[in-house]
């Protein structure tokens, strides 16, 4: 199994910039597909962005697409989310997800297999 660790997430005011950062251990990265979600207080976690296991295909959400870049580091066992232009209802708690089943690039957070404990994200008005 792979074990994911969050970081880079912290307050900001609108229209800044974050870049969060997945760290993982155990098996190889490059055996997984690999996505963000967000649960922001109050709301169910939704999808924000997936990254094939190659790098070679992403996935958006339209709420975050021309906003935010995922990316990964297969060498370095990382993968990141470059978030620009962040507005308040980015919200929320982020996390990253590892799935095993490389065919699909999902969307949904019941097909992935591994999770990190999150990072928050606060965006000041």
């Known amino acids: 199994q792979v074990q994911l660790v969050e970081s880079g997430g912290g307050l900001v005011q609108a229209g800044g910039s974050l870049r969060l950062s997945c760290l993982a251990s155990g098996r190889t990265f490059s055996n997984y597909n690999a996505g963000w979600f967000r649960q922001a207080p109050g709301k169910e976690r939704e999808f924000v962005a997936a990254i094939m296991w190659s790098g070679g295909r992403t996935e958006y959400a339209d709420s975050v697409k021309g906003r935010f870049t995922i990316s990964r580091d297969n060498a370095k066992n990382t993968m990141s989310l470059q978030m620009n232009r962040l507005k308040p209802e980015d919200t929320a708690v982020y996390y990253c997800?590892?799935?095993?089943?490389?065919?699909?690039?999902?969307?949904?957070?019941?097909?992935?297999?591994?999770w990190g404990q999150g990072t928050q994200v606060t965006v000041s008005s």
């Open positions: 997800a590892a799935d095993r089943n490389l065919l699909l690039l999902a969307r949904i957070g019941g097909e992935y297999d591994y």
